[in-house]
């Protein structure tokens, strides 16, 4: 069966953290509500490209533009069936935002599927609900999954973890590994 999946963005998303699941979430036939703090369906983001060049961090250039399609001070998200939070640099400023928390809040609360990926785990962090739960993130967010009472799964940065309805990896080469496991937990069957 179809969800609704609402996915939480902001500016210097990571781009292919944003782009790819939400594609292959719609093409699986999941409805995906992407939104953004103070913009409209049909504004966009900017996103970024986050790429491991053999530097002693990631590298960052410019990706795509990201057209929203949902308002995001008209969502309910007892309305939505799971969360979707991208990385980037877009979640460091979004865990500021008190309704950005209340919507993580909820999901957790309310025992739904949330997947986050590389810095998405700082929104999971802020919102106080890691507390024993293990979780994976881009490597530098350790200290804010282990400092939110969380476990950190050390996995490769092509894995993915999860822990009951919540569901995490270190960064887009996951993708494979953290869409599968998403739609696991969704309940979702692709038949070949």
Same mark, same amino acid.
């Given at each position: 069966?179809?969800?609704?999946?609402?996915?939480?963005?902001?500016?210097?998303?990571?781009?292919?953290?944003?782009?790819?699941?939400?594609?292959?979430?719609?093409?699986?036939?999941?409805?995906?509500?992407?939104?953004?703090?103070?913009?409209?369906?049909?504004?966009?983001?900017?996103?970024? &490209? $986050?790429?491991? !060049?053999?530097?002693?961090?990631?590298? !960052?250039? #410019?990706?795509?533009?990201? *057209?929203?399609?949902?308002?995001?001070? *008209?969502?309910? #998200?007892?309305?939505?069936? =799971?969360?979707?939070?991208?990385?980037?640099?877009?979640?460091?400023?979004?865990?500021?935002? #008190?309704?950005?928390? !209340?919507?993580?809040? $909820?999901? /957790?609360?309310?025992?739904?599927?949330?997947?986050? &990926?590389? $810095?998405?785990?700082?929104?999971?962090?802020?919102?106080?609900?890691?507390?024993?739960?293990?979780?994976?993130?881009?490597?530098?967010?350790?200290?804010?999954?282990?400092?939110?009472?969380?476990?950190?799964?050390?996995?490769? &940065?092509?894995?993915? /973890? *999860?822990?009951?309805?919540?569901?995490?990896?270190?960064?887009?080469? =996951? /993708? #494979?590994?953290? &869409?599968?496991?998403?739609?696991?937990?969704?309940?979702?069957?692709?038949?070949?």
């Amino acid at each position: 069966m179809a969800k609704k999946l609402l996915m939480l963005v902001g500016d210097y998303v990571e781009d292919y953290e944003v782009m790819v699941p939400f594609q292959a979430l719609l093409a699986v036939g999941h409805a995906v509500h992407a939104v953004c703090p103070d913009k409209k369906a049909g504004d966009f983001v900017a996103t970024a &490209i $986050h790429d491991f !060049e053999g530097a002693q961090t990631y590298s !960052e250039k #410019p990706g795509h533009r990201f *057209t929203l399609n949902q308002d995001f001070a *008209t969502i309910d #998200p007892a309305a939505y069936d =799971a969360l979707v939070v991208p990385g980037g640099r877009a979640p460091e400023y979004l865990r500021m935002n #008190p309704r950005v928390l !209340e919507i993580v809040q $909820h999901f /957790h609360q309310a025992d739904k599927p949330i997947a986050a &990926i590389c $810095h998405g785990a700082q929104l999971l962090a802020a919102a106080g609900i890691l507390q024993g739960k293990t979780c994976s993130a881009y490597p530098a967010c350790a200290a804010e999954v282990r400092l939110a009472g969380g476990t950190y799964a050390e996995i490769g &940065i092509d894995q993915a /973890h *999860t822990d009951g309805k919540l569901v995490t990896a270190p960064a887009w080469p =996951a /993708h #494979p590994a953290w &869409i599968a496991q998403f739609l696991t937990v969704l309940g979702t069957t692709i038949q070949h």
